[in-house]
């Protein structure tokens, strides 16, 4: 049995007397309403927390403008250099905060340290960006003039998190958006509050240890309507979320209306196309990972395999006998392949989701259900299971959030293209196959309409050093790598006139 009291003890949550603390900014109990957070691996209390109030809100927002005003007066670079402690920091605290993140979310150990690792990554990825918030200089059509752009904060960015990923899509985030001279608002899922207040104690000291001022990087644990209302304050530049789409559009439509700028990293319904060329080692560890990982309830989680003809009848055996191998239990025994859900609630949506497919014509090769016994005593453990679907199925276009994997077969390299497209969500997608024409077709513009297409990999576990994100209802929004950092700023076209005439552009004449 795991002992989560010294792990709760290491960040100060004190389970007790429950913590409500936004870090460095206040700590605003105004509000009697309090959540209790159970975990999934055993149904165990951990703490209540206090859920912040619209004012709660508002002072933090308050707080985080007037930060704002100090933070973009630091030298990117300078900003980087608190990153890197915040990077360092981390990886002091990787094994407990690994820790806390399988036992309040639920996810395996090797996952929750690989998470910390994600947000350790782009730590060191945003200190190298701090010193390449490039800008380009054009040539001017008129002489002696100088034309660039540059980039500059925005000013607040509001981060909306999921409880899948609680803590690295959170610091994707944050760590760009400080780089680029911004303060930031966190809203985490409220699932996942105690994984957010873990890491704000550990940025709150190097903030501190650095004189920075409070306000800088702030937590708000609320509700929904905390988040509606931090999608309609204009004091929030920027809002980036990541959850479902239909948070997403509600998020874009709020903050749309006041024409302010939103990121949004939305639901995906990833294929992996598997070739009859394909590798089948690779191509089985691939799509037992992507399916089963983070038991189904990533963003980037496999949902379909579209299998080659040839090869469907051996490959789905091969399937057949990787589920039953499959360890499933508390997810802090690292002996496990896959922990809970993540509460009763995405019990239920998972058992929904099959009876909606075996009503739909879906055909179950490995049954789902959920386990019983005492190691299961939370309920929220599920067995991974496979049906043999077709695509247009209304069950097979929705992304379930857990571990439910559909099989599709196809003749030819387009239909299995026109399929893997034919979802409602582009986020990530793959192709297992040594065929190289097969390959760069995928990937091709006539490919994947995806904003991750992956040759021999999985769909799931992007490195941070790409940008990550997807397009139709996954929303079109980058994150972490690559240049996503522009989201994050605002540019200005900037032209100097050194000469002693003022020549107009476009040649035209203005003679006083
Ligand atoms: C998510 O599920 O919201 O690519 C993010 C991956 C992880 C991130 C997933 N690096 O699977």
């Not at 990787?94 to 993140?101: C, E, M, R, S, T």
């Not at 609680?166 to 780089?179: E, G, H, I, R, T």
């Not at 240890?209 to 306000?215: M, P, Q, Y």
């Not at 386990?371 to 929220?380: I, K, N, P, R």
Request: glycine share 10%; hydrophobic share 40%; net charge neutral.
């Amino acid at each position: 049995k795991f002992d989560i009291t010294p792990v709760l003890a290491h960040f100060k949550i004190n389970a007790l007397n429950p913590a409500f603390s936004t870090g460095s900014v206040f700590g605003g109990n105004s509000n009697p309403v309090t959540k209790e957070i159970i975990s999934p691996v055993d149904g165990q209390k951990i703490a209540s927390v206090n859920m912040a109030t619209g004012a709660d809100y508002d002072a933090v927002a308050d707080k985080a403008v007037e930060a704002s005003k100090k933070w973009r007066t630091i030298p990117a670079p300078k900003r980087g250099e608190i990153v890197r402690q915040i990077g360092a920091a981390l990886r002091e605290n990787k094994d407990q905060l690994g820790k806390l993140v399988s036992y309040e979310m639920g996810k395996s150990l090797q996952e929750g340290w690989g998470e910390v690792q994600e947000m350790i990554d782009i730590c060191d990825f945003a200190v190298g960006i701090s010193r390449q918030l490039y800008g380009s200089t054009m040539h001017s059509e008129r002489p002696d003039h100088r034309m660039y752009d540059q980039y500059h904060p925005l000013g607040v960015v509001g981060i909306i998190s999921a409880f899948n990923f609680p803590v690295a899509v959170w610091s994707w985030n944050a760590m760009l958006a400080l780089v680029c001279g911004n303060t930031c608002i966190w809203k985490p899922s409220e699932k996942t509050p105690l994984t957010a207040l873990a890491c704000q104690q550990i940025i709150q000291k190097v903030f501190a240890d650095n004189k920075i001022a409070e306000g800088t990087s702030c937590l708000v644990i609320g509700d929904r309507q905390i988040g509606a209302q931090m999608a309609a304050d204009t004091r929030v530049a920027l809002i980036s979320a990541t959850g479902s789409t239909r948070m997403g559009k509600e998020v874009a439509v709020t903050v749309a209306k006041r024409l302010g700028k939103y990121l949004l990293e939305l639901g995906g319904n990833n294929a992996v196309i598997i070739s009859k060329d394909a590798n089948m080692d690779i191509a089985l560890v691939g799509a037992v990972f992507g399916a089963v990982g983070t038991a189904g309830q990533r963003c980037t989680t496999t949902r379909r395999l579209i299998i080659h003809e040839s090869i469907y009848g051996a490959f789905r055996q091969k399937l057949i006998n990787a589920y039953g191998q499959i360890r499933i239990g508390n997810p802090l025994d690292e002996h496990n392949h896959m922990g809970p859900l993540i509460d009763k609630d995405a019990v239920n949506a998972y058992l929904k989701s099959i009876d909606e497919c075996k009503a739909q014509g879906g055909k179950f090769i490995v049954d789902g259900g959920i386990l019983s016994g005492d190691e299961y005593a939370s309920g929220c453990y599920v067995k991974p299971c496979i049906a043999e679907v077709e695509n247009h199925y209304p069950i097979v276009q929705h992304e379930t959030f857990a571990p439910i994997l559909y099989l599709i077969k196809y003749e030819t390299i387009d239909q299995a293209i026109e399929l893997q497209n034919a979802v409602p969500q582009g986020l990530s997608s793959a192709i297992i196959t040594n065929n190289l024409r097969e390959a760069e077709q995928f990937l091709s513009y006539r490919g994947s309409d995806c904003g991750i297409a992956n040759v021999n990999i999985g769909t799931s576990g992007a490195e941070i050093g790409g940008a990550f994100g997807g397009e139709k209802e996954t929303g079109g929004g980058r994150e972490s790598g690559s240049d996503a950092w522009k989201a994050y700023m605002r540019r200005q076209t900037n032209t100097i006139n050194y000469s002693a005439q003022l020549p107009l552009a476009q040649g035209i004449k203005f003679d006083l």
